[in-house]
């Protein structure tokens, strides 16, 4: 064996004891790793052959032979969606619960964050970050419930607080109407969600160099200016990352992804006309009538737009600022 691919081969084989020696010490580690990876492929890549059913006039009695049996009808469900007569008022609905979202719940934890560090009291400040998280852990269900307690028509807590102050001489269905949904979606969000979106802000401004901050101080920056001109440009590409994920999630559920919880705990007969979105109706069409392929095919409609957002948000931030996702 020639001298040099012997040494070749030694040093292959040594490499290759490296990695494996780097493996076991690692192991809890991988072990992590790989339990994330079937994680997504049992839940997030196989459901796709799924999607074939989307082409398909696949019926449950066909079982999963007919994934692969049922009779092609190309984009027939894609047609049918478009012409259906609330298509429109669907789409509508889902785009602006997820805008308003964007617009009042975005900005925020931002805000809530820079506060948050501007706070010198360290007991203060950890009461007031825990006390704004934890809504993030109770459920839509159990929050949906409370907000019946409240804003009911009669006896709710909220109405009887309005007139006793005499803002108002009756009873508002806040429940029941279309006038009050989308306002209501949109505070419960933010009471439930804000302080669990400061926690990346926060990180993020933990970050910063110290050293940008002294500077600004030796050169007579006050703390507003501080904010403007040292803290947010610090952390411009964290909120450049979040908000390229919330334009991507404009058709999927808004900043938090709580559009479907809300908009099926909340909904009900009478405020439909604002409450119906594209989850919410594939829910419908899907489990309640049993059309499988045309829910499928709604629901490929709307990953197609998501990842269609996310690929156009990011490519506008990486040439509006140079910061994008990927």
Known sequence: MPANHQSEVLANSGSAKRVWRTLRQQKFYQISVLIGIAYLLVFAYVPMVGLIIAFKNFKLSSGIPGFFTSEWVGFK???????????????????????????????????????????????????????????????????????????????????????????IDKPISF????????????????????????????????????????????????????ILYVTLPSIKTTIIVVLILALGNLFGGGLGGSNFEQAYLLGNPVNNSVSEIIQTYTLKMGLAQGRYSYATAIGLIQSVISLT??????????????????
């Open 77 to 167: 469900w894609f047609l049918e969606f478009y012409r259906d007569i609330s298509f429109w008022q669907i789409i509508r609905n889902t785009v602006v619960i997820s805008l308003l979202k964007i617009l009042f719940t975005f900005p925020i934890p931002i805000l809530f964050a820079i506060a948050l560090n501007e706070v010198r009291k360290e007991g203060l400040k950890r009461f007031a970050q825990t006390a704004s998280y934890l809504p993030h852990f109770i459920s839509w269900v159990v929050v949906s419930g409370m907000l019946f307690s409240f804003l009911n028509s009669q006896n709710g807590v909220v109405n009887q607080l309005l007139m006793v102050v005499g803002l």
């Open 175 to 226: 429940l029941a109407s279309a006038s009050y949904f989308w306002p209501m979606l949109v505070l419960s969000d933010i009471w439930k969600e804000m302080g669990w979106w400061t926690i990346i802000f926060l990180a993020a401004i933990a970050g910063v160099d110290p050293t940008l901050h002294e500077a600004a101080v030796v050169d007579g920056a006050g703390r507003m200016q501080r």
């Open 309 to 326: 957002l996310i690929l156009v948000s990011n490519y506008s931030a990486k040439k509006a600022s140079g910061v994008g996702l990927f």
